[in-house]
């Protein structure tokens, strides 16, 4: 007899599988807890491709604005390789490499092609624009109040904060009633409903700009008596707070000559390309000149020219003295330290621990001016607890020993740090073994512990050679490179080749920023040639322990 089932049968189940729920299959459950982090992954990949984007739009304007096709090329390039790179579920190893890639390039490899580049150049103070800027600013400085001459209600103005904000000149025509706003860049009419002027015709307020009262002004005379604003017959200067006329350009330019030509005086100034300057036939040469390409004059002028030759390669010996001595004991001091606290007899490890990385805690800077007072030769620490007068940065030798002893003191915690961390990494069997064939504690270090610990800090010992050999603070913060000699008060004993050179570059005669980057090219060859050399010596050593 047939048995009919007027209900569902018992559940069938097929081996190797589990119901994924109720009434829902297993595909779409893991379809269903998959959405989010879907979803997720791709509203972050659209805020960035969408940042990415906005940048580019962003750095197109002044590419286009200056005309710079090229680079515009490029940025239109690369946005559009990213979009197709992270839109498509090809290149997986190129979506993790490229962003790397362009932080390298944007932060490594483009700014040292800047310095390159400015190195062969006369970029500096006086020479940092175009032929026509230095001729547009040569004839305005140049301006004089002449007979005749248009004078204006003044009323001194900022765009913003009134003690750092650009200033503004507000101008009003007494004939014409005509309220302009005048800058470095020239004039600029404003409409009549944008401003509210007294009945002298001094401008009390205006849309867009703060109007400086007498105190406020008084404060900014000497920027407020500088600003020269261009118009077509000559420039407005300020004459006092509360006036200015439009005068005439003493000095101006002829294309014929291709020279300045002073009105009054009659002399002549003749542009030199070579140098980016206007020279007179007896050699004196105007301030304002415009930047050009000198080839080889700055590196040849280090080289060459006795009064920087000669106490450059002075300051390189003493740069690699400090850099040698400063790292290497260091990392004796460290290596002590971490191989006293290493050992199993000894007891409240971690309190000394923490006790000997405090110095490592405090910001540098700081810890380096206490111990430049430290150092005082009438009221110093150091002095005055061991009884001694010594003048510490008063004498060459002195003062080099001071700054590689603060150097000690602030640099020994990283090195114990990072020896403690390599020193539990080498398995105690091995120093074991070599105790077991006879040899000495010593003879243990020498032989197993010690190679094992360069092969593992090397680099961090060449990259602490690097630092210490641009460390700027270090010496500008403690002795500022002195003691100086009479005869040279721009290079002092002390005097690293990164202090040295900021002091040439920066120092009283303005900035030079083409010789500093021929300077920095020099130490950065150097610094490279070191660490390639050292990096191939550590491989060789890797070689010989793996």
Same mark, same amino acid.
Request: some cysteine.
């Given at each position: 007899?047939?048995?009919?089932?007027? @209900?569902?049968?018992?559940?069938?189940?097929?081996?190797?599988?589990?119901?994924?729920?109720?009434?829902?299959?297993?595909?779409?459950?893991?379809?269903?807890?998959?959405?989010?982090?879907?979803?997720?992954?791709?509203?972050?990949?659209?805020?960035?491709?969408?940042?990415?984007?906005?940048?580019?739009?962003?750095?197109?304007?002044?590419?286009?604005?200056?005309?710079?096709?090229?680079?515009?090329?490029?940025?239109?390039?690369?946005?559009?390789?990213?979009?197709?790179?992270?839109?498509?579920?090809?290149?997986?190893?190129?979506?993790?490499?490229?962003?790397?890639?362009?932080?390298?390039?944007?932060?490594?490899?483009?700014?040292?092609?800047?310095?390159?580049?400015?190195?062969?150049?006369?970029?500096?103070?006086?020479?940092?624009?175009?032929?026509?800027?230095?001729?547009?600013? *040569?004839?305005?400085?140049?301006?004089?109040?002449?007979?005749?001459?248009?004078?204006?209600?003044?009323?001194?103005?900022?765009?913003?904060?009134?003690?750092?904000?650009?200033?503004?000149?507000?101008?009003?025509?007494?004939?014409?009633?005509?309220?302009?706003?005048?800058?470095?860049?020239?004039?600029? =009419?404003?409409?009549?409903?944008?401003?509210?002027?007294? =009945?002298?015709?001094?401008?009390?307020?205006?849309?867009?700009?703060?109007?400086?009262?007498?105190?406020?002004?008084?404060?900014?005379?000497?920027?407020?008596?500088?600003?020269?604003?261009?118009?077509?017959?000559?420039?407005?200067?300020?004459? @006092?707070?509360?006036?200015?006329?439009?005068?005439?350009?003493?000095?101006?330019?002829?294309?014929?000559?291709?020279?300045?030509?002073?009105?009054?005086?009659?002399?002549?100034?003749?542009?030199?390309?070579?140098?980016?300057?206007?020279?007179?036939?007896?050699?004196?040469?105007?301030?304002?000149?415009?930047?050009?390409?000198?080839?080889?004059?700055?590196?040849?002028?280090?080289?060459?020219?006795?009064?920087?030759?000669?106490?450059?390669?002075?300051?390189?010996?003493?740069?690699?003295?400090?850099? *040698?001595?400063?790292?290497?004991?260091?990392?004796?001091?460290?290596?002590? *330290?971490?191989?006293?606290?290493?050992?199993?007899?000894?007891?409240?490890?971690?309190?000394?621990?923490?006790?000997?990385?405090?110095?490592?805690?405090? =910001?540098?800077?700081?810890?380096?001016?206490?111990?430049?007072?430290?150092?005082?030769?009438?009221?110093?620490?150091?002095?005055?607890?061991?009884?001694?007068?010594?003048?510490?940065? @008063? @004498?060459?030798?002195?003062?080099?020993?001071?700054?590689?002893?603060?150097?000690?003191?602030?640099?020994?915690?990283?090195?114990?740090?990072?020896?403690?961390?390599?020193?539990?990494?080498?398995?105690?069997?091995?120093?074991?073994?070599?105790?077991?064939?006879?040899?000495?504690?010593?003879?243990?270090?020498?032989?197993?512990?010690?190679?094992?610990?360069?092969?593992?800090?090397?680099?961090?010992?060449?990259?602490?050679?690097?630092?210490?050999?641009?460390?700027?603070?270090?010496?500008?913060?403690?002795?500022?490179?002195? =003691?100086?000699?009479?005869?040279?008060?721009?290079?002092?004993?002390?005097?690293?080749?990164?202090?040295?050179?900021?002091?040439?570059?920066?120092?009283?005669?303005?900035?030079?920023?083409?010789?500093?980057?021929?300077?920095?090219?020099?130490?950065?060859?150097?610094?490279?040639?070191?660490?390639?050399?050292?990096?191939?010596?550590?491989?060789?050593?890797?070689?010989?322990?793996?």
């Amino acid at each position: 007899m047939s048995t009919s089932l007027s @209900g569902p049968g018992p559940a069938t189940r097929t081996p190797g599988r589990e119901p994924a729920g109720p009434g829902l299959p297993r595909a779409s459950q893991q379809t269903r807890n998959l959405a989010p982090i879907t979803a997720t992954g791709l509203l972050v990949k659209v805020v960035l491709l969408g940042l990415v984007a906005g940048i580019a739009v962003w750095a197109a304007f002044p590419l286009v604005e200056a005309e710079h096709w090229v680079g515009l090329a490029i940025l239109a390039v690369t946005t559009a390789g990213l979009f197709c790179l992270y839109l498509t579920r090809r290149h997986v190893p190129a979506k993790y490499l490229v962003p790397g890639t362009i932080f390298l390039i944007a932060f490594q490899v483009f700014p040292v092609l800047y310095t390159a580049s400015t190195a062969f150049t006369n970029f500096g103070d006086g020479h940092r624009g175009s032929k026509d800027d230095a001729i547009v600013a *040569i004839q305005s400085s140049s301006v004089k109040q002449v007979p005749g001459s248009t004078e204006y209600a003044l009323s001194i103005a900022t765009e913003g904060d009134p003690a750092t904000g650009p200033l503004v000149f507000l101008l009003s025509d007494p004939k014409t009633n005509q309220v302009s706003a005048g800058d470095a860049g020239g004039l600029r =009419p404003l409409g009549a409903g944008d401003v509210t002027v007294a =009945p002298g015709g001094k401008v009390t307020a205006a849309d867009g700009y703060t109007v400086l009262n007498f105190g406020q002004a008084s404060v900014r005379s000497k920027e407020i008596t500088d600003l020269v604003v261009p118009t077509a017959s000559g420039a407005i200067r300020s004459n @006092g707070l509360s006036r200015a006329y439009e005068g005439k350009a003493v000095r101006a330019y002829d294309a014929g000559c291709d020279c300045i030509r002073d009105s009054e005086t009659g002399r002549t100034w003749n542009a030199d390309e070579a140098t980016g300057s206007f020279v007179a036939a007896d050699g004196e040469r105007l301030t304002q000149g415009w930047r050009v390409n000198v080839g080889l004059k700055n590196f040849s002028r280090v080289l060459t020219d006795p009064d920087i030759a000669r106490p450059f390669f002075g300051t390189l010996l003493w740069n690699f003295a400090f850099a *040698i001595g400063s790292t290497g004991g260091t990392f004796v001091l460290g290596l002590l *330290i971490a191989l006293a606290l290493h050992s199993p007899r000894m007891r409240a490890t971690n309190f000394y621990r923490v006790l000997l990385i405090l110095p490592y805690a405090m =910001p540098s800077f700081a810890m380096l001016m206490v111990w430049r007072d430290m150092f005082n030769t009438d009221f110093g620490l150091v002095n005055n607890l061991f009884g001694l007068g010594v003048d510490w940065f @008063g @004498g060459e030798w002195t003062a080099r020993f001071a700054v590689i002893l603060v150097q000690l003191w602030l640099g020994y915690p990283y090195m114990f740090l990072v020896t403690t961390g390599a020193l539990q990494a080498i398995p105690r069997e091995l120093t074991e073994a070599t105790s077991v064939d006879g040899a000495s504690p010593w003879q243990s270090f020498r032989a197993v512990t010690l190679p094992l610990l360069l092969v593992a800090l090397s680099p961090l010992l060449i990259s602490s050679f690097a630092y210490n050999f641009n460390n700027f603070n270090a010496i500008y913060l403690t002795t500022e490179g002195a =003691p100086f000699p009479a005869d040279n008060p721009t290079n002092g004993a002390t005097d690293l080749l990164i202090t040295y050179t900021y002091r040439l570059a920066f120092g009283g005669q303005g900035a030079e920023f083409g010789f500093a980057a021929a300077i920095s090219l020099f130490i950065f060859t150097i610094v490279a040639v070191v660490s390639a050399v050292s990096f191939r010596r550590t491989r060789q050593q890797e070689e010989v322990y793996s």
